[in-house]
């Protein structure tokens, strides 16, 4: 079972470019997160979705936006990359999402660095 | 503010036994999970608690006490394998999982 899959592994982006980093998850969850993780810091949610068709911000969602279209895939693009966005990107799905104590898995990461 | 603290870094020797602390402040509480995340690896589930008392699974063991704002995650019988971040999340009274910073525990042979 592949659980949640997430592409590139790594990436170096220019500063100004856009990139899109991609998740997918078979484990046909309701609920999908993006978190940044920095060193020192805790996970920061950037963006999350409770369910298909809907997303919602979290803590840092500044510079990034996301979509759901179906269950399986939740991207998150940065539109013009900045330095200060250099981080590891974990992607993160839990069953249900909402109202709910609800594990999260997370996927394998992407390692971004914008120059 | 809702804050999580945990010690940065611990050191600990392989066969001994380490407790790790979180304490919280959080707006509500509805439960608090321990993960492990090896260097360069996706965090990993390790443990829920919700009531208060200790929640023993196999070396590893997990204690809250909700009048305190207070957990601690208990590895026994260390082996080298779990030199990794333990990170402490407590979920808010709206659901929202606020995380700690996690620490760094070194396993010396």
């Known amino acids: 079972t592949a659980g949640i899959t997430q592409a590139p592994t790594s990436q170096i982006l220019a500063a100004g470019r856009s990139m899109t980093l991609r998740c997918t998850q078979d484990m046909r969850h309701n609920a999908m997160y993006w978190y940044r993780q920095d060193l020192g810091l805790g996970l920061r949610l950037i963006h999350y979705s409770n369910t298909a068709g809907t997303t919602g911000k979290g803590e840092v969602p500044d510079g990034y936006s ?7 895939d939740f991207p998150l693009t940065l539109a013009s990359a900045v330095p200060s966005q250099t981080s590891v990107y974990f992607c993160a799905s839990a069953p249900q999402g909402t109202s709910v104590p609800d594990t999260q898995y997370f996927g394998p990461g992407t390692r971004l660095t914008v120059l | ?8 870094e611990m050191t600990a020797t392989e066969g001994a036994i380490v407790q790790i602390n979180c304490t919280y402040q959080t707006s509500g509480f509805n439960g608090l999970f321990w993960y492990q995340q090896h260097a360069g690896e996706a965090p ?15 070396r590893f063991s997990s204690f809250l006490s909700r009048s305190k704002g207070y957990s601690y995650l208990l590895l026994k019988e260390l082996q080298m394998k779990d030199s990794a ?16 910073a996690g620490t760094k525990l070194i396993i010396k042979p």
């Open chain 1, 66 to 72: 996301v979509s759901r279209a179906n269950t399986d």
């Open chain 2, 1 to 8: 503010g809702q804050n999580i603290d945990q010690p940065t």
């Open chain 2, 44 to 58: 990993t589930f390790l443990s829920y608690n919700v009531l208060d008392g200790l929640e023993e699974k196999g």
């Open chain 2, 85 to 100: 971040s333990y990170l402490c999340a407590v979920i808010s009274a709206d659901y929202q999982l606020i995380w700690g």
